[in-house]
């Protein structure tokens, strides 16, 4: 009985719901290519740069709609988004990355979709950083904030979040909102790397 509990809840469904953008997402080649923790200096500057872009666009949207400084402060967006700024600056990142578009997000339930996505990419974020150190990054340093998890509870973080979406979509109609608006991130990342990156990096 729990065993089924836990299969229909709304963050396992969600989880489901975004199963092949997640494995789309993995096969961006640059993303690919920093999952190995072997990317050059100008691409990971790149990289950071559409990550900062995203993170401020989504948590903007997010803000502005009722009740958004309440549903944000359930996640580490904020600060991830601050991580993202500040390594851009000590990287000096001479790309600019307009500003990005988030018309998915148009109320409670798809923004938290789309907390979901960003949320959840803190679990793929430490396998990341351990690659990067492994690569003989300095993550942690200056620069490489971004993908710092020694001592972050990540898999704890990532259980208390899911029990307040289990909670918040709880309704059919949320937690269809929530699908498209986790769709909705994975898709422009991929545009967004897609199309700053065509043929993958220089
Ligand atoms: C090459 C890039 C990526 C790799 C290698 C990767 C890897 C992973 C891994 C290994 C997990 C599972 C961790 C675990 O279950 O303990 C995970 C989970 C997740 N990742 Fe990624 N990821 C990548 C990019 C992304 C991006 C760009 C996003 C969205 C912004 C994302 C969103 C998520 C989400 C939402 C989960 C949680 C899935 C769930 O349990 O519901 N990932 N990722």
Redesign the pocket.
């Known amino acids: 009985m729990t065993l089924n509990l836990a299969i229909n809840a709304p963050?396992?469904r969600?989880?489901f719901a975004?199963d092949a953008a997640?494995g789309a997402?993995?096969q961006?080649p640059l993303?690919?290519k920093?999952?190995t923790g072997d990317v050059s200096d100008a691409d990971y500057g790149r990289i950071m740069a559409i990550f900062a872009a995203?993170f401020e666009a989504i948590i903007l949207r997010i803000q502005a709609l009722p009740g958004g400084l309440n549903l944000l402060a359930l996640t580490h967006l904020a600060a991830r988004a601050r991580q993202a700024q500040a390594d851009v600056q000590s990287l000096a990142v001479q790309d600019r990355v307009g500003a990005l578009g988030v018309p998915f997000i148009r109320g409670s339930g798809s923004a938290l979709g789309a907390m979901?996505?960003?949320?959840?990419?803190r679990?793929?974020?430490?396998?990341?950083g351990a690659r990067l150190r492994r690569a003989g990054r300095p993550v942690g340093a200056a620069g490489y904030s971004f993908f710092e998890f020694r001592d972050v509870p990540v898999?704890e973080d990532?259980r208390a979040f899911?029990s307040h979406l289990d909670r918040l979509l709880a309704e059919e109609a949320q937690l269809d909102e929530a699908v498209l608006g986790?769709r909705g991130?994975?898709e422009l990342?991929a545009q967004a790397f897609g199309d700053r990156f065509t043929g993958g990096s220089e």
Do not use: Q
């Open positions: 963050s396992e969600l989880r975004c997640h997402t993995e961006v993303l690919a920093l999952a995203l979901y996505a960003l949320e959840g990419a679990l793929g974020g430490a396998m990341i898999a990532w899911k986790a991130v994975f990342i």
